[in-house]
């Protein structure tokens, strides 16, 4: 793939999705276009440009879209954001609900896949509320209900703990053999059951909630499904209530009902 | 139909809407259009904008077609979403369009053309290349023949735009279509 190639297909994905690869990726994308190409059977980058940008279906930009996004899911992924959720916009909602004892947070990690997310967002509740006058559920959704039943068993390879502080890895886990399973004391606080963020009966059930964590889960949607699960998100949030998406993903190019709040660590969208 | 216009829960109206998107009747959505103008809550007037997508019927694209002229940007953009988003159905329209003697209003047939995954949308383009008076519109079609143009007859007709006006930044964006549309 020559540079100008890589660009031509660089801002076109940029326009369609916001997501952008830096030219230090040319090599990453190479090496996926050239699979999606062999799986069409296409033999130049013009041709299969043209496959994709003409694909009424959508189908062949979503294919591309999957492979650039490969979903490697663990625990304490994309740190930063973390931080923000626990340094900044923890303590900013406990603050808003001055008038509550306790003080009562729910979670919802939409698109929770084997449950990496959920759990750190249990250890970070555990240690950001500990001795405090709050209690807090973490509720737990996919699509996909062989990833819903590794979540609930809890068991993880050394991979998905790589990037655990040694000390929560203590304090959390339980060494089986070569795998690592987390403590009954995390595992009560989440609540996995299987949605559809499509459903619109069942979205509506989903009320009341402080945060929502739903990171690179929306890529996945078309135009017109990722605007409807975005309101979906809204209507499910309390006022002044946080969704988090993944870092490359925009609210802003879905729906303009979200404010957009910097915080020291990052940028986090508010109803 | 009532919830939507009258409920006073915001939640409950954004519902009504999309709830309104199983029901495909010309009616229904002059009904949401109405409704889309006249409501001040944004996200009932997003979950609006949401069941008329759902929609995607000839009418919608009609009505979409009339909110392009509105002085409001939202409801400008929001027309343009739809459109964009209904490929096929709005292409029939989005051509009339281009004959409309507001610049304005072609510009935004232009935009939603450079967005349809249709080869007509191609043909279009060149002939917007070809034969608008406007330096704006033409230089807006130009930039998307660059990235959707595949044949030499799309080059040149790129090519030909820089020798219609003379001007710089039309200049540029044909020597930047040039270099895309040779890869």
Known sequence: MTIEEFIKLRDYIYRKTGIYFDKKKLYYVEKRVEARMRAIGVDSFRAYFAWMRFDTSGRELQELLNALTVNETYFFREYQQLRCFAEEVIPEILRSKNGQNPKKMRIWSAGCSTGEEAYTLAIIMLEMTRGLPVTWEIHATDLNTDVLVQAKKGLYGKRAIKDVPEVYLARYFNRVGEHFEVCSELRRRIFFYQLNLLDRENMRKMADFDVIFCRNVLIYFDDASRREVALYFYEALRKGGFIFLGHSESMSRITPIFRLRKFKNAIIYQK | ?183
């Open chain 2, 1 to 183: 139909m009532d919830i939507l216009s009258t409920h006073p829960e915001e939640k409950e109206r954004c519902y009504a809407a999309l709830e309104l998107s199983n029901f495909p009747q010309d009616d229904v959505v002059e009904y949401l259009v109405t409704r889309l103008v006249e409501e001040e809550s944004r996200p009932v007037q997003e979950a609006i904008v949401s069941a008329l997508i759902a929609i995607g019927t000839e009418a919608v694209v009609r009505w979409c077609t009339e909110l392009l002229r509105s002085e409001d940007a939202y409801l400008r953009n929001s027309a343009i979403e739809v459109l964009q988003l209904l490929q096929h159905t709005s292409l029939g329209v989005v051509k009339e369009l281009l004959q409309d003697p507001d610049p304005d209003m072609r510009l935004f047939a232009v935009n939603v053309l450079g967005e349809l995954k249709a080869r007509e949308a191609v043909e279009l383009l060149r002939r917007v290349v070809e034969v608008d008076e406007n330096i704006n519109v033409v230089a807006t079609a130009v930039e998307y023949l660059g990235e959707m143009g595949l044949c030499d007859e799309d080059r040149e007709t790129v090519r030909k735009a820089a020798e219609r006006f003379s001007d710089p930044f039309l200049e540029y964006a044909v020597e930047v279509a040039l270099k895309k549309m040779e890869i």
